[in-house]
């Protein structure tokens, strides 16, 4: 069995900033990716931003050039730096992990305020 423990997250203002972090521990067979994904009431979940494996990390369109994604400095983790928050960017945030089989954080609120 695999956890993901989520930190970060909560109430900023308009064009301030947040950090979440994300830590797996557990049977992890193999480390494929880890990301966040957000949801909206009412909606899907929608990738936010990932790191693969292999490859560069991904992004939704809206959080180009705002948001970063890196490994941290301990073993599968994975943190999210979220500047020049919009309104429009609160959520729930949700930590992803496949590894290869799929699992997900509990959520971690994030509220920007105009």
């Known amino acids: 069995q695999v956890q993901l423990v989520e930190s970060g997250g909560g109430l900023v203002q308009a064009g301030g900033s947040l950090r979440l972090s994300c830590a797996a521990s557990g049977n992890i067979f193999r480390f494929n990716s880890m990301g966040w994904y957000r949801q909206y009431p009412g909606k899907q979940r929608e990738l936010v931003a990932a790191v693969i494996s292999g490859a560069p990390p991904i992004y939704a369109e809206s959080v180009k050039g705002r948001f970063t994604i890196s490994r941290g400095n301990a073993k599968n983790t994975v943190l999210l730096e979220m500047n020049s928050l919009k309104p429009e960017d609160t959520a729930v945030y949700y930590c992803?992990?496949?590894?290869?089989?799929?699992?997900w954080g509990q959520g971690t609120q994030v509220t920007v305020s105009s």
């Open positions: 992803n992990a496949k590894f290869p089989d799929e699992y």
